[in-house]
């Protein structure tokens, strides 16, 4: 053990040297120096693996930004599908206005005593023999220019009748409002022609402005308004300032009767953008030369009263206006049937006595006639016999009800549910039927399709006689059928129905975007601007909006939407008349449930009617199978119109429901033109 301690401590003595390395630094030098190809091999290897590091961590940084721009991307497509799926993107229809009637505005009289004033300071040329080209001028009752007029001294030839000459000191006090259109064309006449039209030389009314005045008092038996047309005092012979107010007043009151006669008191394109009336505007220039040309031929009051619509419906609807006049509405007390009755033959109720009241007031002239003995029995006991169940099966025919005898709470209701109209409400109707004709031709033409929405009734007119008469369909209130009028080009059989823009947004689009593959579905065909065609499935749907890029038509076949034909008249609203697959909506009472085309009862009857050929014909077109198109020999007017008062077949006025509400948008604008008019009188 001792031992061992003294070689450990004799160990532990001893110091050993640690081995020396050379710097890191040196034995690189040392080997550059030693190898130097090797060493730049070496290099070269690490400057590449280091350049590969790099460029390795930007594709993954890249790679990195390009997926988080790809999920942003999808999370934004993803909002905007949403966003689209909540408020689904939607095509504008037509809108109803706040009708703002046409301004009126002082007319500038003061101008025309202009000249007059100027030749008070000018040396007055003396003419004791008028040249040939003014005598020329006179006798030819050509326009003589104010501003010659007023330096003549004395006039050519004598006058018939006061002129502005003598009425030109007093032009500036005198106060006329009337259109702009109408004030120009006034003061452009009087310019021209200095001499008065209506006024003699002794300061009264000639007997041209006492015919004028008896038709413009007589206005509300033709439709419009006398009080639109009020003058001023009668002028004595005395006062030339009165004079030439009378004379100024009655050519403008009688330039707006011609007007609202000939074009209406209302700009039916103000009242919505469903009335199309574009041309139904007045050139009052020209009509202010009729109104003097007729004045110098002695008939302007013949003038007047020939603006009015020359069709023979409008004559019908004034003499049902003249009928109604007269009359006054009887007042019953109302009819009052208990809630829950229920009637079948052989019952007894003494609510029968009331039912049989209310069939009573809303039974035809036929019905009444046909039933007088029933009618005339008291119902008090209630015994409900075959007598009254055939009534009563008459009745609910007329109420487009199921005739089966059935008293319940629909035939309750339907008797219920409207009175006749009152003298009062259908002298309205007939005025705003007036009023509505004006907005059409004068003459609708010998051969012509007349449409009424209101009377669900389409007719092709010939010779003054219905040829061919069907019910129709028409938009319905979401979808109004427009107001207006074209003529008919052709005739398209076994047709393509070209989808609308409108239908295939509002109405497809959703369902496309549920399903791409809708239209492949149904068979409809689906083209690119260029006329490529392509599938439903193919197209990403949520990315299309109102402004639908593609153009989809179904082709002819059993399921297409216009049957076997239409009969086309091109405007801009895409409506005409075609056949239709749903068949039993002509059956019922109320027949608004289109999306605004016109469809047809009996297709093949009118086609043959504008065709002017036998059904057979048009029969044997359609078993063809094939699209094509036949055009009209000439023009044929189509008016597609609504008149909730119009004349039938027979000579009656029929009285319609206003299934758009127009009535009252009409009555509006009248309300708001006579408005005006009464403020400026």
Not at 91 to 112: E, F, I, T
Not at 478 to 483: A, I, K, L, P, R
Request: net charge positive.
């Amino acid at each position: 053990m001792r031992h061992f301690l003294a070689v450990l401590t004799a160990t532990s003595m001893l110091t050993v040297a640690p081995p020396v390395f050379p710097d890191v630094a040196e034995a690189s030098s040392l080997f550059e120096t030693l190898f130097p190809r090797t060493a730049e091999r070496r290099r070269a290897r690490a400057e590449r693996r280091r350049q590969q590091q790099i460029r390795l961590f930007e594709q993954r940084d890249r790679a990195r930004k390009s997926q988080e721009r790809r999920v942003r991307a999808a999370a934004r497509a993803q909002k905007k599908r949403r966003a689209a799926a909540s408020k689904p993107a939607k095509v504008k229809g037509a809108q109803y206005h706040k009708y703002k009637a046409r301004n009126v505005a002082p007319v500038a009289l003061a101008s025309l005593a202009k000249p007059f004033e100027a030749s008070r300071g000018q040396n007055v040329v003396s003419v004791e023999q008028p040249s040939p080209e003014i005598m020329n001028a006179r006798l030819e009752l050509k326009r003589i220019n104010i501003h010659t007029y007023a330096l003549l001294a004395p006039p050519p030839v004598e006058p018939t009748g006061m002129t502005l000459a003598d009425a030109s000191e007093s032009l500036k006090d005198i106060r006329l409002i009337a259109r702009k259109n109408i004030g120009k064309a006034l003061i452009k006449h009087y310019s021209q022609s200095p001499e008065f039209m209506w006024i003699g030389a002794d300061g009264r009314l000639n007997e041209q402005g006492d015919a004028l005045i008896d038709v413009l008092a007589d206005a509300d038996a033709y439709g419009l308004r006398s009080n639109d047309y009020q003058l001023p005092p009668l002028p004595n012979g005395s006062d030339a300032k009165a004079a030439a107010a009378m004379e100024f007043a009655l050519t403008a009151r009688a330039l707006r009767y011609i007007i609202d006669a000939r074009h209406g008191v209302v700009d039916p394109n103000r009242i919505s953008d469903y009335h199309d009336f574009a041309k139904n505007y007045a050139n009052a220039d020209k009509v202010m030369a009729t109104l003097a040309f007729a004045a110098r031929e002695g008939r302007a009051d013949e003038t007047l009263l020939a603006s009015h619509p020359k069709e023979p419906a409008f004559a019908a609807l004034k003499a049902e206006l003249d009928r109604l006049q007269g009359l006054t509405a009887t007042v019953l007390p109302p009819v009052r049937i208990a809630s829950g009755t229920f009637l079948r033959p052989g019952d007894m109720d003494p609510e029968l006595e009331n039912i049989v009241e209310a069939i009573r007031r809303r039974a035809s002239d036929e019905i009444k006639a046909k039933h007088a003995a029933v009618l005339e029995q008291d119902h008090s006991l209630g015994e409900y016999t075959p007598e009254v169940v055939a009534l009563v099966r008459d009745m609910q025919k007329a109420l487009w009800l199921k005739p089966d005898g059935i008293v319940g709470k629909n035939t309750i209701r339907s008797l219920l549910k409207s009175k006749k109209a009152s003298p009062a409400v259908k002298r309205e109707r007939i005025l705003l039927a007036m009023e509505r004709m004006r907005w059409h031709p004068s003459r609708f033409g010998d051969r012509h399709v007349f449409i009424n929405q209101a009377s669900y009734r389409a007719a092709m007119i010939e010779g003054g006689r219905e040829k061919v008469a069907m019910n129709v369909v028409v938009g319905k209130k979401s979808n109004q059928t427009y107001f207006f009028h074209d003529n008919i080009d052709y005739v398209e059989f076994n047709p393509y129905w070209g989808i609308p823009r409108s239908i295939l947004v509002n109405e497809m689009l959703p369902k496309l975007r549920k399903n791409a593959s809708y239209f492949d579905r149904l068979g409809y065909e689906v083209t690119t601007g260029s006329g490529r065609r392509i599938a439903s499935s193919s197209i990403d749907w949520w990315s299309v909006g109102a402004n639908f890029p593609y153009n989809v038509r179904q082709p002819p076949g059993p399921r297409n939407a216009l049957g076997r034909l239409k009969i086309m008249f091109p405007n801009s609203h895409a409506i005409y008349m075609h056949d239709t697959p749903a068949k039993s909506l002509f059956s019922k009472p109320t027949r608004a449930y289109s999306h605004g085309c016109v469809r047809l009862e009996r297709p093949e009857e009118m086609a043959a009617a504008v065709l002017g050929t036998t059904i057979g014909d048009v029969e044997n077109e359609i078993a063809q199978g094939e699209n094509k198109t036949r055009q009209l020999n000439g023009k044929l007017p189509v008016y597609v119109s609504y008149f909730t008062a119009w004349p039938n077949a027979d000579g009656s006025i029929g009285y319609y429901s206003d299934v758009y509400g127009r009535d009252a948008f009409l009555r509006k604008a009248l309300q708001a033109e006579h408005a005006v008019r009464d403020q400026s009188s």
